[in-house]
């Protein structure tokens, strides 16, 4: 008898531990923001996407910055399979969490929260970190291209997949060669653990058209990197000064990956953005 009530004392709090881990796991962002904030602050959560060969791990510097002044933290992992992917997932996101949000991204991802953040009220201001800004109906793969000075596609490797559909993609993987193109400025050692880390992203990103554009409605802040061989540093002025942006910072010195780079100096413009807006 104590041996079948011990097993039911068992069973019963295991499934009290699931039960407490599946809400866990439907308002975890939620819960996060609420639970981490400085006490009664009014601080907006931060919320940092990634581009392509990349993930969450590159904003680890900046966020580190952004809890110091004590700001609540959000790492998207963006699924980096294009627009009709990545943007919904990612504003599922931002529907979780409670409370004003300043929206963050470098590079590809961009272009989801320039999609993603549509229509969402809690956004309360966005980020450009060397990123794209397209407006309706522009593609990435057109943007690249705009003016000359991205490296990246020669030390691009493309690599078959299966998707869902048993359909056949191609994935990007940044290759061993690449820290010139994408980040001159950090050590080699570093470039090796972000290159062997990486998450490829789907060759399709760069043909999808952009369907919304958050930022003319939400105002945006944006950071320049001046030795970009990436997304070119032409470019990236060009869109900003598209968008309206209220504050361009250009880093002079800075590859791509600036937030790896120069942590300090994101961090601070996403502060300033934070502050004008909450």
Same mark, same amino acid.
């Given at each position: ?5 011990s ?7 295991a499934g009290a531990?699931l039960?407490?881990?599946a809400?866990?796991l439907?308002?975890?962002?939620a819960?996060f923001a609420?639970?981490t904030?400085?006490t ?6 931060i919320?940092l996407?990634?581009?392509g060969?990349?993930?969450s791990?590159?904003?680890?510097a900046?966020?580190q ?8 933290t959000v ?8 627009i009709?992917t990545?943007a919904?997932y990612?504003?599922s996101?931002?529907d *979780?969490?409670?409370g #004003?949000?300043?929206l963050v $991204?470098h590079?590809m991802?961009g &272009?989801?929260?320039t999609? %993603? ?6 956004v309360?201001?966005l980020v ?6 397209p407006e309706?109906g522009e593609?990435q793969g ?6 000359p000075g991205?490296e990246?596609a020669?030390?691009?490797?493309g690599?078959p997949y299966?998707k869902?559909d048993?359909t056949?993609?191609?994935d990007?993987?940044l ?5 010139a193109?994408?980040?001159a400025d950090i050590?080699t050692?570093?470039f090796?653990?972000l290159q062997?880390?990486q ?5 399709? *990103?760069f043909?999808? #058209?952009?369907t919304?554009t $958050?930022?003319?409605t939400i105002p &945006?802040?944006?950071?320049v %990197?001046?030795?970009d061989?990436?997304i070119?540093?032409a470019t ?5 000064s598209?968008?309206n ?8 010195n800075?590859?791509?990956v600036?937030m ?5 100096v ?7 953005a ?5």
């Open positions: 008898m104590s041996h079948q009530i097993r039911r004392t068992l069973v019963t709090g531990g039960a407490l881990t809400t866990a439907a308002t975890g962002p819960v609420e639970t904030g400085t009664g602050s009014a601080k907006p959560t919320v996407v990634h581009g060969y990349a993930d791990s590159c904003w680890n900046t966020i910055q952004l809890q110091g002044k004590g700001y609540s790492c998207a992992a963006n699924p980096l399979r294009g009709p990545d919904p990612v504003a996101l931002l *979780s969490i409670s #004003p949000v300043v $991204a590079s991802g &272009t989801v929260i999609n %993603a953040a549509a229509g969402k009220s809690n309360k201001a450009y970190i060397a990123a794209f800004v309706v593609t057109e943007l690249i291209t705009k003016f991205s990246v020669p030390v691009s490797v690599v299966t869902a048993g056949t993609g191609i990007l993987y290759s061993k060669d690449g820290q193109a994408f980040a050590s050692s570093a090796r653990t062997a880390t998450r490829p992203f789907d060759a399709d *990103s043909i999808f #058209p952009t919304a $958050a930022w003319k &945006t802040w944006a950071l %990197a001046g030795q061989k990436a070119p540093p990236q002025r060009w869109m900003y598209r968008a942006a209220r504050k361009v910072v250009e880093v002079p800075s590859s791509h600036v790896l780079s120069n942590p300090r994101v961090a601070e413009l996403i502060t300033d934070a502050r004008a807006v909450c």
